[in-house]
């Protein structure tokens, strides 16, 4: 059984149909990348996963279960997380306080026992908080623990946001663009935690990203996009010779 599926989602925008009958299965374990040009639906796709968008027709499982009329924080809580192509983080907050915000579906205190950090809110606090210093440690971000995230570079920003991810525990993550606008070195780096966090935390991520080197480097299967509908799904080799997907980025005239 795959760990993710997507069954015939149809998803449209008054005339523009951004979802066009998609489908595809996600295997435990492996890194799957979704390409394909700007407006081919790619991002739609994570926002009717992640629960932000219903879709007009189609079912989405998750372990078998279909999670189309889920709200985001029960999906979050089976173990669905994401980051955001634009950095939705806390700017005036602390790395620390952030990713200890991606905890919030695992406390149990309540708002009387929390404020007064009294008794097991105490304890608990301090077991997450655990947590989160390890994830610290695991993206080397340690300098910066608490720093306030707004005045950090891009790149580290990116890298909290993914941390404020992990601290979820996701047994899927979904990675939006994680290296847009990062540099050469940054670009490593993000890859290589993404590489670890699959095969060191047995993390199954699903991946949205253009840099077309990176796809084909760490992914194990990719789906190709173009116009809502998917046009090719298969390894990076297979991907790479697909007249479709060429088509897609080079345009007839270029392919011929």
């Excluded at 374990?29 to 739609?44: D, L, Q, R």
């Excluded at 889920?70 to 700017?91: D, T, V, Y």
């Excluded at 253009?210 to 480097?217: E, F, K, N, Q, T």
């Amino acid at each position: 059984m795959p760990i993710l599926e997507l069954k015939d989602v149809y998803l449209h925008f008054g005339g523009i149909m951004a979802l066009n009958g998609v489908n595809f299965e996600v295997r435990e374990g492996e890194i799957f990348a979704i390409i394909g040009p700007n407006g081919a639906g790619k991002t739609s796709i994570f926002n009717c996963i992640s629960g932000l968008y219903s879709p007009d027709r189609g079912q989405i499982f998750f372990r078998g279960k279909d999670i189309v009329k889920m709200p985001p924080f029960r999906r979050a809580q089976l173990g669905l997380a994401r980051s955001f192509q634009n950095i939705e983080l806390f700017k005036g907050m602390t790395v620390i306080d952030n990713l200890m915000l991606g905890r919030h579906i695992h406390m149990r205190s309540n708002l009387l026992t929390g404020g007064l950090w009294l008794g097991k809110a105490r304890g608990e606090e301090i077991t997450h908080r655990e947590v989160v210093e390890e994830i610290i440690d695991f993206l080397e971000i340690q300098d910066i623990r608490k720093k306030t995230v707004g005045t950090l570079a891009y790149g580290l920003q990116k890298r909290v946001e993914l941390g404020r991810a992990l601290a979820l525990d996701p047994q899927v993550l979904l990675l939006d663009e994680p290296m847009a606008g990062m540099n050469v070195e940054e670009t490593e780096d993000m890859a290589r935690f993404i590489l670890d966090i699959n095969e060191e935390r047995d993390i199954t991520v699903v991946l949205i990203e253009h840099d077309m080197g990176v796809v084909m480097d760490i992914s194990d299967r990719i789906c190709a996009l173009d116009f809502g509908e998917r046009i090719s799904l298969g390894k990076p080799s297979e991907i790479q010779a697909d007249p479709k997907v060429i088509a897609a980025y080079l345009g007839e005239e270029e392919m011929i």
